[in-house]
């Protein structure tokens, strides 16, 4: 990491991070710990609620030691096994690993954990402050509060999520294309170890690749005292989703493969710019970049977003510091723009084959993962590791 001196002067930070998720947290801990000084905005009070079914990566922990003490205290639940159900769920495969290929955790826990680590780096944390617009000048860009504060930097990160107030602000993106979304529904139900075990088996996540036969999956994650139970599909008809999110709900039942007496009722909604950053025609705008669901790094063939966003952040705190370098030196402005852009190049060269959808027709192999185990492994290694197929 290109370490640059502490800046002295508080009204201006180094660089102002939108949002606390795992990309803004991941990024503020990797920037200040190479000396910037950094403002960690969001709009919400940890720990809050976000919407997802919880699965990260172990990959993500291999490459970020720092998450390795996360883990533990948010006490996440280690899986070794991927069920896969056809989608009437009369047959199913199985894929398994010797050394957890991912945990469970409750969001709530995990990202206040990493808000956590970013701060005891150094980065300053303003929580339950949304930002509601932008001002980008020629020696610093702006971030304005909702309570009307302005809070200043160099640089800019919006991690502020699928919705990113940052994006539309600093022109960068209007609105996302229905088809670069995945929309759900999904609900977390608390569950004990005794019902984890009878209903999911030890260690396994279970997911029905083209449920309904639409383009996406139904899942069932079970964690440490929780199950998450969604849907996830590539369609703008949200009422479709939610439709099929009762029938899963209900083909689950039947098979009792859900704890007796959960109420999956009014799930919440979420969704996922599933492979969007492919798409994009730049992530860096005047003093500013986007990153994480902001950015549309998320995996196309499953949606993972988490390791997505921490794989972003770490590229985009390398262009970052170097930019807060040359800004700091006093160079010209086109100096510290020129470092930020070099994130169009690095990002591609770290992620685009993750995000990537697998390059062979998924139709027409699905059918064989029922009854042929390479198959099915491939399958597996592709959902889990981003391997293509
Ligand atoms: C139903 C569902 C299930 C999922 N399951 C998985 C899974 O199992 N595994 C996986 O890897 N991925 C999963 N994902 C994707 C994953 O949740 C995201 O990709 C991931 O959270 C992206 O992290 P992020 O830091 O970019 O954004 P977020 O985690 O969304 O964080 C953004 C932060 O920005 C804040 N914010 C937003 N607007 C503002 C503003 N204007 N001002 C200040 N702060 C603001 C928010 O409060 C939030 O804290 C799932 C997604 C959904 C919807």
Same mark, same amino acid.
């Given at each position: 990491?290109?370490a640059v001196? *502490?800046? %002295?002067?508080s009204?201006v930070f180094?660089?102002?991070?939108?949002?606390?998720?795992?990309?803004g947290?991941? !990024?503020?801990?990797l920037l200040?710990?190479?000396?910037?000084s950094?403002?960690?905005?969001d709009?919400?009070k940890?720990?809050r609620?976000k919407s997802?079914?919880g699965?990260?990566?172990? %990959?993500?922990?291999?490459?970020?030691?720092?998450?390795e003490?996360?883990r533990?205290?948010?006490k996440?639940?280690?899986l070794?096994?991927?069920?896969f159900h056809s989608p009437d769920?009369?047959r199913?495969? +199985?894929f398994?690993?010797r050394?957890a290929?991912?945990f469970? !955790?409750?969001?709530?826990?995990f990202?206040t +954990?990493?808000?956590?680590?970013?701060?005891r780096?150094?980065?300053?944390?303003?929580?339950?402050? *949304?930002?509601? @617009?932008v +001002?980008? $000048?020629?020696?610093?860009?702006?971030?304005?509060?909702?309570n009307g %504060?302005r809070?200043?930097g160099r640089?800019?990160?919006?991690?502020d999520g699928?919705h990113?107030?940052? &994006? =539309?602000?600093?022109?960068l *993106?209007a609105?996302?294309e229905?088809?670069?979304?995945?929309l759900c529904?999904?609900? #977390?139900?608390?569950? /004990?170890?005794?019902?984890?075990t009878?209903?999911?088996?030890?260690a396994?996540i279970?997911?029905a690749?083209?449920f309904?036969?639409?383009?996406?999956y139904?899942?069932?994650?079970p964690?440490?005292?929780?199950?998450s !139970?969604?849907?996830?599909?590539?369609?703008?008809?949200?009422n =479709?989703?939610?439709?099929l999110?009762d029938?899963?709900v209900?083909?689950?039942?039947?098979k009792e493969?859900?704890?007796r007496?959960?109420?999956?009722a009014?799930p919440?909604?979420g969704? #996922?710019?599933?492979?969007?950053?492919?798409?994009f025609e730049?992530?860096v705008g005047k *003093?500013?970049?986007l990153i994480?669901?902001?950015?549309?790094?998320?995996s196309?063939?499953?949606?993972?977003g988490i390791?997505p966003?921490?794989?972003?952040?770490?590229? &985009?705190a390398?262009?970052?510091l170097k930019?807060v370098?040359?800004?700091?030196? $006093?160079?010209k402005?086109?100096?510290c723009?020129?470092?930020l852009?070099?994130f169009k190049?690095l990002w591609?060269q770290?992620l @685009?084959a993750?995000?990537q959808?697998p390059?062979?027709?998924? /139709?027409?192999?699905?059918p064989?993962?029922y009854?042929?185990?390479?198959?099915?492994?491939?399958?597996? =290694?592709a959902?889990?590791?981003? +391997?293509n197929l």
């Open positions: 990491m290109n001196a *502490r800046h %002295k002067d009204a180094d660089v102002l991070v939108v949002g606390a998720g795992p990309a947290s991941c !990024v503020a801990k200040a710990d190479g000396g910037a950094v403002a960690l905005i709009g919400a940890f720990p609620f997802c079914a699965w990260v990566n172990a %990959k993500a922990f291999r490459e970020f030691p720092f998450l003490s996360l533990s205290r948010a996440a639940v280690p070794r096994r991927l069920v769920l009369e199913r495969a +199985e398994g690993t050394a290929a991912g469970i !955790v409750r969001r709530e826990k990202d +954990e990493l808000l956590r680590a970013a701060v780096a150094g980065a300053k944390a303003f929580l339950g402050r *949304r930002v509601v @617009a +001002e980008s $000048g020629e020696r610093e860009i702006v971030a304005v509060l909702a %504060k809070l200043a640089i800019m990160v919006g991690a699928v990113s107030t940052v &994006a =539309r602000a600093s022109g *993106r609105r996302w229905p088809d670069q979304l995945i529904q999904s609900k #977390i139900v608390p569950l /004990t170890g005794r019902q984890r009878a209903c999911f088996g030890p396994a279970h997911v690749l083209g309904g036969m639409a383009p996406g139904a899942w069932a994650f964690g440490g005292g929780h199950v !139970v969604g849907i996830g599909l590539r369609t703008d008809d949200g =479709r989703v939610k439709t999110y029938a899963w209900a083909r689950l039942n039947e493969l859900l704890p007496g959960a109420n999956l009014n919440d909604g969704a #996922i710019p599933a492979g969007a950053a492919l798409e730049n992530h *003093r500013v970049i994480g669901d902001a950015g549309g790094f998320a196309s063939a499953s949606g993972e390791y966003a921490l794989l972003s952040a770490a590229v &985009a390398k262009c970052i930019a370098a040359a800004d700091r030196a $006093g160079h402005a086109i100096h723009q020129d470092e852009q070099t190049h591609r770290h @685009a993750y995000l959808m390059n062979v027709n998924v /139709t027409f192999l699905l064989l993962i009854t042929n185990q390479e198959i099915a492994d491939r399958f597996g =290694r959902f889990l590791f981003g +391997e």
